[in-house]
């Protein structure tokens, strides 16, 4: 129980500080954001060190990825409209660690003028064996490595001058629940801008008789532009006591108009 017990308080360091220690090798951070404007050069480090007591290869992949309910599914490079094939460049990306040696991986993101977008990818780095076919990629050329564990990095980049920031909600409506003690409401949300977003939503209830109001703890959640996701928000059966409005808040900053949606309720 102990062991158990020291393990989870390095994982919850881990995150904190942004890194993931995997097998016999680390790599920090995990999440890169750029804010480069169209015209800008902006670089960034990922640091990958060695923990294995003997020498080991190492590779840097680059893949897109797209959101599909709710879900990050990994695609090939050059394959979405966000990709980052056209404004990100690594180096190096194969190297060779000896025991405990360590290396920053440079990341330059070069953005074309009038490139108002917004992209992300995923950056794969970990162990590489040689294997029998060679590979051609965009960014190496060598006799053909195979990843065979790796750590995802999650890079995005958004520009600054891009104020393109625009959350709406879809739907509002009370679901059955399995809880008896709680009741259970669903918002629908559609992130119909060009930025990511993270907003916090969170529940009011108004009370016709008193004019009392009451909020309810927050969600946040990342959504990427275009994906809707569904948010499932709980309130003890107790706190209903007499007819009122349950409104759903969501506020997504960047000096936005907070958006709402109500409902009548009763006990």
Known sequence: MKYLSKNLLFLAISFITKSFFCQDFEVSPVIISFD???????????????YDNKVQSFSANLYDFSVE??????????????SLIEVL?????????????????????????????THWGYLDVGPAKEQKSYEVDKQRLTTGINIVSKIEVLINQSPRANQ???????????????????????VSIKNSGGMILKPHVHLEYGIYETAELVKFGSKE???????????????????ITTSGQLAVILDYGHDTQIEGAVLEIAP
């Not at 959640?221 to 706190?239: A, M, N, R, V």
């Open 36 to 50: 480069a404007n169209p015209g800008e050069i902006q670089e960034k480090y990922v640091h990958v060190k060695n």
């Open 69 to 82: 309910n709710g879900k990050k599914v990994k695609k090939k490079l050059g394959s979405t409209s966000r």
């Open 89 to 117: 460049n690594i180096t190096p990306t194969f190297f060779k660690l000896n025991p405990n040696q360590s290396i920053d991986v440079k990341l330059i993101l070069t953005v074309p003028p009038k490139n108002f977008s």
């Open 164 to 186: 393109n920031y625009k959350c709406e909600i879809l739907k509002f409506i009370e679901v059955s629940n399995t809880n008896e003690e709680n009741r259970l409401f669903k």
């Open 221 to 239: 959640k990342t959504i990427y532009p275009g994906e809707t996701i569904e948010i499932d928000l709980e309130i003890s059966k107790t706190k």
